[in-house]
T-cell receptor
Framework: GENVEQHPSTLSVQEGDSAVIKCTYS??????FPWYKQELGKGPQLIID?????GEKKDQRIAVTLNKTAKHFSLHITETQPEDSAVYFC?????????????FGKGTMLLVSP | DAGVIQSPRHEVTEMGQEVTLRCKPI?????LFWYRQTMMRGLELLIY????????DSGMPEDRFSAKMPNASFSTLKIQPSEPRDSAVYFC????????????FGDGTRLSIL
């Protein structure tokens, strides 16, 4: 089955800096890659996703890149703010009409210091 | 629109007691997922349903765990008898159409078994 590795497990940055979180996946058939943000006491919330026919996607200060050949994808947050502090999860799945499960990475705790 | 609703938000009970967790998915979503989150193992998929039918329960840890979805707007996860190692945060998520569609998570039930 699919295996998703996520690094780093913790990341501390100063407000205004950029943050990068990286994930690798094992199943070359995976073609859907969402990123989730989990705040304390809340469930994971989707912040951005990318499909395998796209190499990069941006949404304001957040961007995700995908390298299918190397089987890795990354989350980039620019101009970080204290409210970006949370745990971030990457995930991978196969876009298929029948079955769908997400395989999650172990998460990255991002701390943005003012 | 209401998101995924889980109850109770917190549950503390003694070992050996029956525990029932409840979930109301987003209206119109035809997939429902139950996850368990712990520090050691991260987010684990326990079971998922499509159109109220269990599709894959291979993540259910033991026969003490059972899940049902009697209709499109309600699901339960039951643990009987509960054990201290079942302490975790349990999340329910729902999505449209399975593969390649984002899953929307509830805010979870924090379960503590004494």
């Amino acid at each position: 089955g699919e295996n998703v590795e996520q690094h780093p497990s913790t990341l501390s940055v100063q407000e205004g800096d950029s943050a990068v979180i990286k994930c690798t996946y094992s199943d070359s058939a995976s073609n859907y890659f969402p990123w989730y943000k989990q705040e304390l006491g809340k469930g994971p919330q989707l912040i951005i996703d990318i499909r395998s026919n796209v190499g990069e996607k941006k949404d304001q200060r957040i961007a995700v890149t995908l390298n299918k050949t190397a089987k890795h994808f990354s989350l980039h947050i620019t101009e970080t703010q204290p409210e970006d502090s949370a745990v971030y999860f990457c995930a991978a799945s196969i876009q298929d009409s029948g079955y769908s499960t997400l395989t999650f990475g172990k998460g990255t705790m991002l701390l943005v210091s003012p | 629109d209401a998101g995924v609703i889980q109850s109770p938000r917190h549950e503390v009970t003694e070992m050996g007691q029956e525990v029932t967790l409840r979930c109301k998915p987003i209206s119109g979503h035809d997939y429902l997922f139950w996850y368990r989150q712990t520090m050691m193992r991260g987010l684990e998929l326990l079971i998922y349903f499509n159109n109220n039918v269990p599709i894959d329960d291979s993540g259910m840890p033991e026969d003490r765990f059972s899940a049902k979805m009697p209709n499109a707007s309600f699901s339960t996860l039951k643990i009987q008898p509960s054990e201290p190692r079942d302490s975790a945060v349990y999340f329910c998520a729902s999505s449209f159409a399975g593969g390649g569609q984002p899953q929307h998570f509830g805010d979870g039930t924090r379960l503590s078994i004494l």
